[in-house]
């Protein structure tokens, strides 16, 4: 038999636990009439005010597609710029590349600056060939130059009434596309200033 004390027999009588979970008063129940009482940042501090509370992230809408042509050529990008998708010839595109760079400016800005420079020129140069083409034997063939260069997509940025005036040239400088007189503009405005 131990010395020990029972516990048991500590808790017994009124001056125990036993006696201090009977004395106290049970919670009120709520009633089904009577509304629970809102917890509040006021009312209880372990509830955070509103302005402490972390942002709830809005569920991500879906980006809305950006329009196109039917050639899928011409985009509308954000603040009012169209995006105007030419094939350059790859040595042309690094060329560009390095010389927007280096004047701080866009490729587009680039590209109507190389237009308005050789204007003069351009407006003759594919009439001037299909004019040539109509002293041979065969009057009505339509002589294709083959593409010696490799080309590559490139986007250039300019307002909506700037690319318009550019589809426009297209037709009447009788250029075989938007490519073809972007690429032209650019080979003799960087020849001009000096890039081979």
């Known amino acids: 038999m131990s010395d020990r004390p029972k516990l048991g027999d500590t808790f017994k009588g009124q001056t125990g636990l036993e006696g201090r979970l009977r004395r106290d008063p049970a919670p009120p129940r709520a009633t089904p009439d009577a509304p629970e009482p809102a917890l509040t940042p006021e009312g209880n501090p372990s509830v955070p005010a509103r ?7 809005p569920r991500a809408q879906p980006v809305p597609r950006q329009p196109t042509n039917r050639a899928g050529a011409v985009k ?3 603040g009012g710029t169209r995006i105007v998708s030419v094939q350059l010839d790859v040595t042309i595109r690094e060329k560009l590349r390095d010389f927007a760079a280096r004047q701080h400016l866009t490729h587009g800005g680039v590209a109507v600056d190389a237009i308005e420079a050789h204007a003069g ?20 063939t339509t002589r294709h130059r083959v593409r010696t260069q490799v ?3 490139t986007q250039l940025r300019m307002t909506p009434e700037v690319a318009q005036v550019l589809d426009n040239l297209v037709t009447q400088w009788s250029a075989p596309s938007r490519s073809a007189l972007v690429n032209e503009a650019l080979r003799r405005h960087l020849t001009q200033h000096g890039i081979p």
């Open 51 to 57: 302005d402490d509370l972390p942002p709830v992230s």
């Open 121 to 140: 020129e351009l407006a003759t140069h594919w009439t001037a060939d299909q004019a040539n083409q109509g002293t041979g034997l065969f009057p009505t």
């Open 151 to 153: 080309s590559a997509p």
């Open 76 to 78: 509308v990008a954000p």
